[in-house]
């Protein structure tokens, strides 16, 4: 069974995913945050492939990007830092990453990369579904890789009901339209959250772009199986000396 799939077995709620850009804030902190990750009890983690056009993330992971990109991180450089991770981590990985690099690097060679070094599921913002349904979903699954779509509070029902269809890993709920980055408070979603959640779909959700504190996570919490935090903890990451310190003060602010 694939680990994004036991984990949801095993798990139904407060779920705690983590994002961070790969390369970010030096060059070869990758694994060590895997394994301080794992450490402090967070249950998946999506790695970023920096690239140099965001355009889902704000500023401060449009930052983060960019200074990874100066380090000099790229697709190849990051799976050789993967090369041994499944000897040290065992929670689900996913690679979230931009249709242009992982284009140049050759899609199929991209999925079989994943599956050598142990990634679980990928995230292609920008891929239009139509497109991966028709070209890429095979390649996908036969590197065994889930395929992790976006839903926002403008997507039509019948989108919805095409993605829980062709995916069974999670969907990954967008808070809101905007880019990513931290919220103080979701109070104006309750309607989509709400109205997703009279869906029933089958797939479980992660609820991404504004959790950056106990607050906003609590909320989210009770409106799917979890949530994934990013912008906080790339910050945290920018103004903390030391990985392990960084990774504690964010556990810290999501509970207190």
Known sequence: MNRINKLFDQKKNNILSIYFTAGYPQLNDTTQILKSLEKNGVDLVEIGIPFSD??????????????????????????????????????????????????????????????????????????????????????????ALKFIFLITPETSEERIRAIDNNTDGFIYMVSSAAVTGTQQSFDDRLAYFNRINAMHLKNPRLIGFGVSNKSTLTMVNQYASGAIVGSAFIKTLEQSAQIENAVEELMEKLSR
């Open 54 to 143: 965001p355009i889902a993330d704000g500023p401060t992971i449009q930052q983060s990007n960019h200074i990874a990109l100066q380090n000099g991180m790229s697709i190849r450089k990051l799976f050789n830092q993967l090369s041994d991770i499944r000897n040290h981590i065992q929670i689900p990985l996913v690679l979230m990453g931009y249709l242009n690099p992982i284009m140049r690097f050759g899609f199929d060679a991209f999925c079989q990369s994943c599956q050598q070094v142990g990634i679980d599921g990928i995230i292609i913002p920008d891929l239009p579904m139509s497109e991966y349904l028709n070209a890429y979903k095979g390649i996908a699954e036969a590197y």
